[in-house]
């Protein structure tokens, strides 16, 4: 059974960075593409970004370009998202995900493409 838990959330003032962490437990294989969404009141669940750790294979969504770069870790079977220059807007709930597939170098960037989530960490921006 795949685990995904998600770290690093909290209340950040805008123009302040942050970074989350994700682990996923009972695998070890890199062709399991993580993404990153995110979920703020009232709106539907958004790409952010996702990575194919079999070939370094990266998405980032036009919304966060430039401020917001994700990453990582084989041996920690972990992904990172940084997140600089934050700004109000970017308030969500950030969720981690893995495929349950997979992919030699695809990135799925709709939610329908992941089957593990994790329960999500709170990301605060105050203006």
């Known amino acids: 059974q795949v685990q995904v838990v998600e770290s690093g959330g909290g209340l950040v003032q805008a123009g302040g960075s942050l970074r989350l962490s994700c682990a996923a437990s009972g695998r070890t294989f890199s062709g399991y593409p993580m993404g990153w969404f995110r979920q703020a009141p009232g709106k539907e669940r958004e790409f952010v970004a996702a990575i194919n750790r079999n070939n370094g294979h990266i998405v980032t969504a036009d919304s966060v370009k430039g401020r917001f770069t994700i990453s990582g870790d084989d041996a920690k079977n972990a992904v990172y998202l940084q997140m600089n220059s934050l700004k109000p807007e970017d308030t969500a709930r950030y969720y981690c995900?893995?495929?349950?597939?997979?992919?030699?170098?695809?990135?799925?960037?709709?939610?329908?493409?992941?089957?593990?989530w994790g329960q999500g960490t709170q990301v605060t921006v105050s203006s």
């Open positions: 995900a893995q495929t349950t597939t997979v992919m030699l170098s695809a990135v799925p960037t709709t939610a329908s493409g992941y089957g593990y």
